[in-house]
């Protein structure tokens, strides 16, 4: 077998294989004698028609087999002596295999990409400065507020109004566009809350229940079929049922009810060292996304479609399991499945981008995972609970899987880690950390 490898770009490979005649034909014949055995054709007894009969009734049959016979013979072979380690499936292409030729196919592989880590001390980075605002523990306050309220049915009468809660039944169609036609029962809109497709909640204002009316709005750019975006879609929709919400008073009794407080001071003093505990949290988490961004941008590189799928199907099921437990959907969002891979498709590469350049970090630097950083994880997982910590300690001891998943995690916090400690960081106010 002849054996010719080509780079068609830094991660993908085509791998040309040509098997010889002699070698084609002697498998032909050794797949039609096997078929002979077993072929059921009119007017023989199994395994006895003549071969000629065979051979005209099961080339199609032959020409599969021998193809695939071909390609686990040869094609991994091939690639263990070219030292080729695919990360995906290769995707084959072939000619028709004839008796008397030669068969001659190609594989394009995928594999990662050669890395050489340059100029990753002294990343510059923007770190955002934490400043306390007295707003966002009014307005944490205020979520608490809406949260335990009452949801209270209107008067038969009274009509939604922003802040309202309604169920509701719909169909939605777009004219000439049959695949988004789509229907639910007892879903359930705030109004106001902007949530849905632009244009939609504003029209639900002054329905009354039991009321049918027909809502067309305008569908936005960037709609899940770029096709339909700025087509009239319209919805069918009857209103079941109206709640308002009954707000409880922010008083001493309120606070009592979360946790130990006594008092709203209290609750508002807690509040505040929450807040300025996420805020801290949340700040040194987009630090950390600004350094691997900027070891990104002076390390550039191409990785595997494949891989950047995989991390786009990932993305896919966090999203709809996050809007499932807030009872939407991606159609809610008005989305599908191609339009938030469109919409996310770079950040899912660069997160793939940024995850191989630290595996090259933790290699070059010789970044480990020693007992010391178990302890901290583990203790971090059962966060205080010391029954929890022998639990998560005799689940991470007997599962091996788990277990390297957690020495790639503390690898990867290290590698971060080594870079901030020689990066130059700049703080910013909050107001330019958002306008970057």
Excluded: C, W
Excluded at 37 to 50: D, T
Excluded at 285 to 301: F, G
Excluded at 405 to 422: N, T, Y
């Amino acid at each position: 077998m002849q054996v010719t490898v080509e780079a068609l770009n830094p991660v993908t490979k085509k791998v040309s294989i040509e098997i010889p005649s002699d070698q084609v034909d002697a498998e032909i014949e050794k797949v039609y004698s096997r078929i002979q055995k077993q072929a059921r054709i009119q007017g023989f007894r199994q395994g006895k028609a003549p071969m000629h009969l065979v051979k005209r009734t099961y080339s199609d049959s032959m020409r599969d087999e021998v193809m695939r016979r071909f390609y686990d013979q040869t094609l991994f072979k091939a690639l263990d002596e070219h030292k080729i380690e695919p990360v995906e499936a290769p995707t084959i292409e072939s000619e028709i295999l004839e008796q008397g030729t030669s068969f001659k196919y190609s594989a394009l592989v995928e594999v990662m990409p050669e890395i050489e880590l340059r100029d990753y001390s002294g990343l510059a980075v923007t770190k955002e400065k934490y400043v306390q605002k007295p707003e966002s523990i009014e307005g944490e306050l205020k979520r608490m507020q809406e949260n335990m309220a009452q949801l209270v049915p209107v008067d038969d009468d009274a009509a939604v109004e922003n802040g309202h809660k309604v169920t509701l039944d719909y169909t939605f169609s777009v004219d000439g566009f049959p695949e988004e036609t789509s229907n639910a029962e007892d879903a359930e809109v705030e109004v106001g809350e902007n949530k849905l497709v632009p244009g939609f909640e504003e029209q639900l204002i002054g329905l009354k229940r039991g009321e049918t009316r027909e809502i067309t709005i305008t569908l936005p750019e960037g709609y899940r079929t770029p096709e339909a975006a700025g087509k009239p879609g319209v919805f069918q929709v009857t209103i079941k049922e109206i709640k308002r919400k009954e707000l409880p008073e922010l008083d001493d009794e309120f606070a009592q009810q979360f946790g130990e407080n006594e008092s709203m001071e209290q609750l508002r003093a807690k509040l505040a060292e929450y807040h300025e505990k996420h805020e801290l949290e949340r700040i040194e988490n987009d630090l950390k996304e600004n350094v691997i961004q900027a070891l990104i941008e002076k390390n550039p590189l191409e990785v595997p479609k494949s891989m950047v799928k995989r991390q786009l199907d990932h993305m896919l099921e966090n999203f709809r399991n996050r809007l499932k437990g807030q009872g939407m959907s991606l159609e809610m969002m008005g989305l599908d499945e191609e339009g938030f891979r469109q919409r996310f498709r770079d950040s899912a590469e660069n997160k793939v981008k940024g995850g191989l350049l630290l595996m090259a970090l933790v290699e070059k630097e010789n970044i480990s995972a020693n007992d010391e950083d178990f302890e901290q994880r583990y203790e971090q997982i059962a966060a205080g609970n010391p029954d929890m910590l022998n639990r998560v300690k005799e689940y991470y001891h007997s599962n091996k899987n788990a277990k390297n998943a957690l020495v790639a995690e503390i690898k990867e916090d290290k590698a971060i880690r080594f870079l901030l400690d020689s990066a130059v960081i700049t703080e910013t106010e909050p107001a330019e950390q958002k306008a970057a």
